[in-house]
Every structure is written in structure tokens, then in C-alpha cells.
């Protein structure tokens, strides 16, 4: 039992070590959009939470 768990780590691990670093190349627009969704999610995210908040009091 331990040497297929330990086994199944290795797989694991290894596949991490693969797709550790991406290997696809993002223009500048490709960053800015990405970092403009983060941002949009974080304000949904609070405003979810501010209203629950209101919701609770």
C-alpha cells in the first residue's frame, strides 16, 4: 500500500515539476486583461460580502 502511494506521489510531483513554469508567451493587453478580471473579481467578491453583511445586521 505505501510503495503505490509513494509511487503516486512521485507521478505528482513530477507533473508539477512539468507545468511548473508556463511555456506560452502573453502580450502586454493578454497581462492587462487578466489583471483586470482579478480586479473585477475581488470588487464582486466585497460587494457580495458587504452585502451580506447589511443582510445579517
Do not use: T, W
Request: hydrophobic residues 55%; proline residues 2%.
Amino acid at each position: 500500500m505505501s510503495s503505490q502511494l509513494k509511487r503516486f506521489a512521485g507521478k505528482i510531483r513530477e507533473i508539477n515539476r512539468h507545468y511548473a513554469k508556463p511555456r506560452i508567451q502573453m502580450s502586454g493587453a493578454v497581462k492587462f486583461s487578466l489583471m483586470a478580471l482579478r480586479v473585477y473579481l475581488l470588487v464582486l467578491v466585497a460587494l457580495l460580502v458587504y452585502k451580506f453583511v447589511l443582510l445579517v445586521r
